[in-house]
């Protein structure tokens, strides 16, 4: 639904705030690098207080609170003498190494002023797809919320890969925000709100409140909010959004200028209202944060058996492989026209399938051994799309 400039916003039944957000005990906030740098690179010093200061509050409030917060590669711009963000992945892995430390620091400092610790928490797509690494990056900000400190997380860019990177913050955090069932996820950016066009033309309007895909009809967001240090976008903070509300978590999205107003649940930015009960979180997460390392083709019994019955894949009802995948790997499971049907972490390297395909664990465990009588990938691991 839109609101058009100048006309008052829809509030909620108490006629002030969104009870979404003050109700909130548990809150991600991403911030993003345009809303922390300079144009050149190098952090904004009062930019950043400013944030800290409206995040300071909450948390000395007893709420908890996780920062997401983009700007390592753009922080490292100026101490390396780059001019702009750099295309190549060693360089930016090299701005990042530089660029994190001095944006941890900063976040120490500004947080110390409330009384506040802060722990730097660096994920990659393998820490939350594999279930040791998932289990580890839970328990961590878990501990770390329960000490009362601050979580800093954001994509350990200095060993990413390009294969293996979330892309944008903006989805980091979504994910984040459902590893540690947020009540609440805060987009923060230059841009104050969704708009149905480019905010700069005088045609478009403001959206007050996202319910359902619905009110995203007709909706231009391709290059609205894309700076010139930053990798997000409009289109990502739609996505992210997309990936919260279908884990159950409200999200507010408005300007970095705005966070106060924005956690005081004031309408300010867009709320987009969660969408279902949570799923399992680790399965959402395997969902949304792999990419496919390969492709298992199932027989229709199979597809069948996965989908409609919710069981595990066995190797009779592969008829063929695609990828170099190892296992713990994510796969896509698709059917005999190669549409995928599920994603789940497989138990083989690539090279061992062909042999095994058509036939039955029994069988195959006669014959090779009682190592293979598993599934190819186990119910516990596997996600429909």
């Not at 800290?52 to 000395?60: E, P």
């Not at 033309?201 to 007709?218: C, K, W």
């Not at 956690?263 to 709320?271: H, P, R, S």
């Not at 062909?354 to 516990?380: C, I, K, M, N």
Request: charged letters at 20%; a neutral charge.
């Amino acid at each position: 639904m839109g609101t058009q400039p100048g006309r008052t916003a829809p509030t909620t039944q108490n006629g002030r705030v969104r009870d979404a957000v003050t109700a909130a005990r548990r809150v991600v906030v991403k911030i993003g690098s345009s809303s922390l740098t300079t144009a050149t690179g190098g952090l904004a010093d009062e930019r950043v207080d400013a944030l800290v200061d409206t995040l300071g509050r909450l948390a000395t409030e007893g709420r908890e609170l996780v920062l997401v917060s983009s700007g390592a590669i753009a922080a490292g711009l100026a101490p390396l003498g780059l001019t702009r963000r750099p295309r190549d992945l060693a360089t930016q892995q090299a701005a990042a190494s530089v660029g994190q430390g001095l944006l941890i620091g900063r976040y120490a400092a500004a947080f110390a002023r409330h009384g506040l610790t802060v722990g730097q928490v660096l994920l990659t797509v393998d820490d939350v797809t594999r279930r040791a690494h998932y289990r580890n990056a839970y328990r961590t900000l878990r501990k770390l919320l329960d000490l009362r400190a601050v979580p800093i997380v954001n994509e350990n860019d200095t060993v990413a890969t390009e294969e293996i990177r979330f892309g944008d913050n903006d989805r980091l955090a979504a994910l984040v925000a459902a590893l540690v069932h947020a009540d609440l996820l805060v987009l923060l950016s230059d841009v104050d709100a969704l708009w149905t066009g480019d905010p700069t033309r005088p045609h478009s309007t403001r959206i007050t409140e996202v319910r359902d895909e619905n009110d995203l009809a007709g909706i231009t967001i391709g290059g609205a909010g894309r700076s010139g240090v930053g990798t997000g976008g409009m289109v990502t903070k739609v996505e992210a959004a997309r990936i919260a509300t279908g884990f159950g978590i409200p999200v507010v999205l408005t300007a970095a200028g705005l966070a106060a107003p924005a956690l005081a649940g004031e309408t300010v930015g867009t709320l987009f209202h969660p969408q279902r009960q949570r799923p399992a979180a680790r399965l959402f997460w395997l969902a949304h944060a792999t990419s496919p390392r390969g492709r298992l083709h199932l027989d229709p019994g199979a597809v069948a058996a996965v989908v409609g019955r919710r069981k595990s894949l066995l190797p009779a009802g592969i008829t063929a492989v695609d990828g170099a995948f190892t296992a713990g790997d994510p796969v896509d499971l698709v059917d005999a026209g190669g549409a995928p049907v599920a994603r789940g972490l497989v138990n083989y390297d690539a090279v061992e399938l062909p042999g095994l395909l058509g036939r039955s664990t029994s069988e195959l465990a006669a014959a090779l051994g009682p190592a293979y009588e598993r599934e190819v990938v186990h119910r516990d691991d596997l996600v429909l799309l």
